[in-house]
């Protein structure tokens, strides 16, 4: 009997990676003169995956690490308006306006009326907290968990506090290495809600014939899916 | 009767201040030519201010403050030598080792055969995470919840999730402002700790004649005022 769903919230609530795209390509096109897109881009994935264990999630490490991008690609010598034009991206993904994906709000109406819904997410605190408040759907959650890294001791813990342990929740989420396979680790049921784009870090391929694993085409889906397993 | 301890971390449990005060010094002499340093601190002290609602409490944030200040100042033409020495200060900042301030180690450790101890903390999740991990005190406490903000709100949610209610709480730290007056609306009692530093954005006037607050020394008189009180 399943009583608790977990969910993401980056790309699985609302929309981030697209945002993550434009501010990148943004980023491409102010040091176009520097290197071609494909440099830049594997440049910048390798330095945010370093920094990873400094900075953590969220969008004020990825900020740092363009600036710092930057400077390595231009010897050190990165112009101002390269660096002030990154601050200014920066600032404006904060401040970016939560929109639900589709048919997010009828499908988490539908799942709070029987579980309890917990957010558990990574990134900067303040910023995922801003945006559930932006989203409008903050009241249909029991409890909000962000988290530093989401490996199966952070499942188990969160389930264990918010709900009936492990084994009666399910994580629902965009990201196999993160949302998935952690959570079925951890003894929990998954279901996987694929996004178009998917961070370079987060990639990883989908568990196949576990007897606790679904992929839905959307969150629409989960309810159903509950329905048949629980 | 109390139950609960929730204790502060930064300049509570180890130097915090100082190395902002550090590290606002190395950016003082950064821009030595361009304003004298009650000009830079009073700019940066600013700067920090507007952006806390942007990027809340941290060293990253902080890093980002200092660069936007350094444009400010500048007119926009920050050298970029002065941007790689400001994020350079702050990877500094986020892997300098952490050491517990004298006599905190011993006041923990007899807290915790008494107490459940739970430790409340503004500033970046994983930095705060690792700072903990660093200090070898974490197995000292039942919990640990990093928050975006230290309200009344806050400390009502905290102590009923990890104890028995704020009425059995005491809430310890080095800041009126974020520890004391918010613990004490919940409901808590309140032990100050004074640091010598303290952040401009913190200050605050001390309660008079609270009958659930007291101003300590040092940590360690912590334990006898529970004696006495609890």
Redesign the interface.
């Known amino acids: 009997m399943i009583t608790t769903v977990g969910l993401d919230a980056d790309d699985t609530l609302w929309h981030n990676e697209t945002l993550f795209r434009l501010t990148q390509q943004r980023f491409f096109d102010l040091l176009a003169d520097v290197a071609e897109p494909e440099t830049l881009a594997q440049r910048l994935a390798e330095v945010e995956k370093r920094n990873l264990r ?3 999630y969220g969008v ?2 990825f ?2 690490s363009m ?2 991008t930057a ?1 390595e690609l ?1 010897g ?6 390269v ?2 034009e990154i ?1 200014a991206s ?2 404006e993904m ?2 970016e306006p939560v929109e639900p994906l589709p048919g997010v709000d009828q499908a988490l109406a539908r799942l709070s009326e029987r579980y309890r819904l917990v957010l558990i997410t990574k990134g ?4 995922q ?1 801003q945006k559930l408040a932006a989203s409008g759907l903050g009241d249909l959650f029991a409890a909000v968990e ?3 890294e989401k490996d199966a001791s952070t499942y188990a813990r969160v389930f264990a506090r918010h709900g009936t342990g492990p084994a009666e929740a399910v994580m629902c989420g965009n990201s196999v290495r993160s949302d998935v396979l952690p959570a079925l680790e951890a003894g929990a049921w998954a279901a996987y809600v694929p996004y178009p784009l998917v961070w370079t870090h987060e990639q990883a391929d989908v568990p196949e014939g576990h007897l606790r694993f679904a992929q839905l085409a959307s969150l629409s889906e989960l309810p159903a899916w509950l329905d048949e397993v629980g």
């Open positions: 400094l900075y953590g004020k490490g900020t740092l600036i710092e400077m231009t050190g010598e990165a112009p101002p308006r660096v002030r601050l920066g600032r904060l401040t900067d605190l303040l910023h907290e962000i988290v530093s």
